[in-house]
């Protein structure tokens, strides 16, 4: 799951966008998420919870169990 601040200029979501793009070719699933108003700092800015939230949603649904 790739993950772009919307305000980002650090690493803009152009960037991540074509970043997501190369990983289509693998066979993995891949998601792209651009969150509205946020900046660089998304794990510790304002707003931490929802995109940890979003990123343990996709790992929880996209796991393989291997037991």
């Not at 960037?15 to 792209?32: D, E, W």
């Not at 108003?37 to 790992?59: N, Q, Y």
Request: hydrophobic share 45%; aromatic share 4%; net charge positive.
């Amino acid at each position: 799951m790739l993950i772009a601040g919307e305000e980002d200029h650090t690493v803009p979501a152009v960037v991540v966008k074509a970043a997501h793009k190369l990983q289509h070719a693998n066979p993995a699933v891949t998601k792209f998420r651009k969150i509205p108003g946020r900046g660089h700092s998304l794990i510790i800015d304002h707003g931490w919870p929802e995109v940890a939230k979003m990123a343990l949603t996709f790992v929880t649904q996209h796991r393989r169990d291997t037991l």
